[in-house]
């Protein structure tokens, strides 16, 4: 665990939080023709955006984690899936306003935010485990 002290400091959970959610932004944005295909199959794109923002919560998560434990989970949970709805909501509408191939769903939406809420919660519920329960 002492090998990963340096991953797990504030500034370096900050940097990697800002960078997923950079290229989630990037990637949200772009025209279809320019990502790579998935595959087919019923509901992959709703599995895309659950993925994506579980990963967002457990990247903003680890770092509000580590800087100041919170004493009650609910505050952590409310505040991520808040803030997953906000940028969520706005990154549809830009997808309908500046891309020629991409459209707003609000279903993106609520796959979106069920993805942060899932993230949130495992991140704070694996906090001991993975070494965030301590400020460095």
């Not at 002290?5 to 940097?15: C, F, I, S």
């Not at 959610?21 to 955006?49: C, G």
């Amino acid at each position: 665990m002492q090998d990963i002290k340096p991953l797990l400091a504030p500034k370096t959970l900050l940097a990697l939080a800002l960078i997923y959610t950079a290229l989630l932004t990037a990637v949200s944005i772009m025209e279809r023709s320019d990502l790579p295909p998935l595959p087919v199959f019923t509901f992959q794109d709703k599995l895309a955006h659950f993925i994506a923002y579980a990963g967002l919560a457990v990247a903003w998560g680890a770092y509000w984690l580590r800087r100041s434990t919170p004493s009650f989970w609910k505050p952590f949970l409310l505040v991520l899936v808040l803030s997953s709805l906000i940028y969520g909501t706005i990154i549809e509408f830009l997808q309908a306003q500046i891309t020629q191939s991409r459209s707003a769903d609000p279903y993106d939406v609520v796959a979106n935010t069920v993805g942060m809420f899932i993230g949130a919660t495992a991140i704070f519920l694996l906090r001991s485990k993975v070494g965030l329960n301590n400020k460095v």
